[in-house]
């Protein structure tokens, strides 16, 4: 098996193991921050730092652009010359 196959089998393998219901309850918890005027704060350690990044970038313009929530989420690991 080639390494592409390999990692396209492993994420099949992950995705199995998410289960819907929770997903759901995380978008009903984000979208009462974003209904209650609230940030979220996200912060990683090592290669968690870029995911944190990643993951504020997903939910504030890809995942919540499609159901059209205005979420506010800071990645505390970005410019933190700025902060």
């Known amino acids: 098996m080639n390494l592409a196959n390999e990692y396209i089998t492993k994420l099949q393998k992950a995705q199995l193991i998410l289960e819907s219901p929770s997903i759901?309850?995380?978008?009903?918890?984000?979208?009462?921050?974003?209904?209650?005027?609230?940030?979220?704060?996200?912060?990683?350690?090592?290669g968690s730092a870029a995911l944190s990044d990643h993951?504020?970038?997903d939910w504030c313009k890809?995942?919540?652009?499609?159901?059209?929530?205005?979420?506010?989420?800071?990645?505390?690991?970005?410019?933190?010359?700025?902060?």
Do not use: P
Request: proline share 0%; net charge positive; glycine share 6%.
């Open 55 to 57: 993951f504020a970038t």
């Open 24 to 46: 759901d309850k995380l978008f009903e918890i984000l979208k009462s921050a974003s209904n209650s005027d609230k940030t979220i704060f996200i912060a990683g350690n090592g």
């Open 62 to 83: 890809g995942i919540f652009e499609m159901s059209k929530v205005n979420l506010r989420v800071i990645s505390l690991n970005s410019n933190l010359s700025l902060k």
